[in-house]
Nanobody, 125 residues
Framework: QLQLVESGGGLVQPGGSLRLSCAASGFTLDDYAIGWFRQAPGKERDGVSCINSSGDSTNYADSVKGRFTISRDNAKNTVYLQMNSLKPEDTGVYYC??????????????????WGQGTQVTVSS
C-alpha cells in the first residue's frame, strides 16, 4: 500500500531553517510527482511546493518562493523540503502526497490523496 511518512518538523525561531523529509514505502517514489502541502490552524490546506518525478521541474507557491527548495533523491525514495527564512505564517502541519502531472510539470492544484499524519512546523519566538 502506498504510504508516505513526513518528518523533520519542529519549533524554530523566525528567520530559522528546517528540512522536512518525505519517505515512501510500499511503492517506488520516482514514478510520481510529489507535493508538499500545509494546513495552518483554522485554515484550509494549501499547496506549498511540488516536484516532478524526474526532479527537473518544480513549482512553488508565491508565499515561499526564494525561501523554500524542494528536491528529491529517488535512490533513497525520499523527497525533501528545505525551508529557510521561516516566518510565523509558515506555521502548520506539513504533508507530502503524490500530485498529478501535466506535460511533465507537477500540479500543486491536484493532490492525489494518501494523506499521512504530517509533521508539525511551528515558527515562533
Amino acid at each position: 500500500q502506498l504510504q508516505l511518512v513526513e518528518s523533520g518538523g519542529g519549533l524554530v525561531q523566525p528567520g530559522g531553517s528546517l528540512r522536512l523529509s518525505c519517505a515512501a514505502s510500499g511503492f517506488t517514489l520516482d514514478d510520481y510527482a510529489i507535493g508538499w502541502f500545509r494546513q495552518a490552524p483554522g485554515k484550509e490546506r494549501d499547496g506549498v511546493s511540488c516536484i516532478n518525478s524526474s526532479g527537473d521541474s518544480t513549482n512553488y507557491a508565491d508565499s515561499v518562493k526564494g525561501r523554500f527548495t524542494i528536491s528529491r533523491d529517488n535512490a533513497k525514495n525520499t523527497v525533501y523540503l528545505q525551508m529557510n527564512s521561516l516566518k510565523p505564517e509558515d506555521t502548520g502541519v506539513y504533508y507530502c502526497v503524490p500530485t498529478r502531472s501535466l506535460f511533465g510539470r507537477c500540479q500543486l492544484s491536484h493532490p492525489l490523496g494518501y494523506w499521512g499524519q504530517g509533521t508539525q512546523v511551528t515558527v515562533s519566538s
